[in-house]
């Protein structure tokens, strides 16, 4: 079975540019976090989707980062613009019926 | 509100000792709880969880934790480390079996350092 599948891997930008990130999750996971895990600390909740509706998007800074999932399946976050704070890696998660969450490998955000 | 503390930032360890990692929580309701591994440039690998029942709850790579209510506390053991288990170890709260209604709630995280 193929995992949780995230793109780019490694991104870096400048402060106030915009950058994308894309996951896929594992297939039939109805569920999909997006966490921030900033160097040095555990991973936060940014934002859950299930299907195509948010359900939890409290922690999400939403003047400036943004989420979608249109057909309930692949979802994309954006950053803009992004600050030199943003730098984080960005792991997609997905699960099934309130089951177990399982991760991507994430994508690593640089800003300098 | 949930949380997490993993009371020690650094562990290290040597090759073949015995490890056990702390995680103390906070939830007012019945806890689901993890322990996660997070190897370098990898993502989050689920290593075991505690729903309900026997309170030693067995994992993957041989790892245990033990639930202890009394103590808030879901420690997380190895009777012997090898050089591969050096990573970063998350342990995680969620208020449904599979963390999977209302996402998880992690520690800081503590790194495990192996010597030779």
């Known amino acids: 079975e193929a995992g949780v599948a995230q793109s780019p891997r490694y991104k870096i930008i400048e402060k106030r540019q915009s950058v994308a990130f894309w996951c896929n999750p594992i297939?039939?996971?109805?569920?999909l976090y997006w966490y921030q895990q900033i160097l040095g600390q555990g991973p936060k909740l940014l934002i859950q989707?299930?299907?195509?509706?948010?359900?939890?998007d409290s922690q999400l800074p939403k003047d400036r980062f943004s989420a979608e999932r249109l057909k309930g399946v692949d979802s994309t976050l954006k950053i803009q613009p992004a600050k030199l704070e943003d730098s984080a890696v960005y792991l997609c998660?997905?699960?099934?019926?309130?089951?177990?969450?399982?991760f991507g490998e994430g994508s690593w955000l640089t800003v300098v | 509100a949930q949380s997490v503390t993993q009371p020690d930032i650094h562990i290290t360890v040597s090759e073949g000792a015995s490890l056990e990692l702390r995680c103390n929580y906070s939830?007012?309701?019945?806890?689901?709880l993890f322990w996660y591994v997070q190897s370098p440039g990898q993502g989050l690998q689920l290593l075991l969880k505690?729903?309900?029942?026997?309170?030693l709850v067995q994992g993957i790579k041989g790892f245990e934790a033990e639930f202890k209510r009394s103590q808030s506390s879901f420690n997380l053991r190895k009777p012997s480390v090898h050089w591969s288990d050096a990573a970063e170890y998350f342990c995680?709260?969620?208020?449904?079996?599979?963390?999977?209604?209302?996402?998880?709630?992690f520690g800081k995280g503590t790194h495990l350092i192996i010597q030779p």
């Open positions: 505690y729903f309900s029942g026997d309170t």
């Open positions: 995680a709260v969620a208020a449904t079996p599979g963390g999977g209604a209302d996402g998880l709630t």
């Open positions: 297939s039939g996971h109805a569920t």
């Open positions: 939830y007012g309701a019945t806890p689901y």
């Open positions: 989707f299930q299907n195509n509706g948010v359900v939890d």
């Open positions: 998660a997905s699960s099934q019926a309130g089951n177990t969450i399982y």
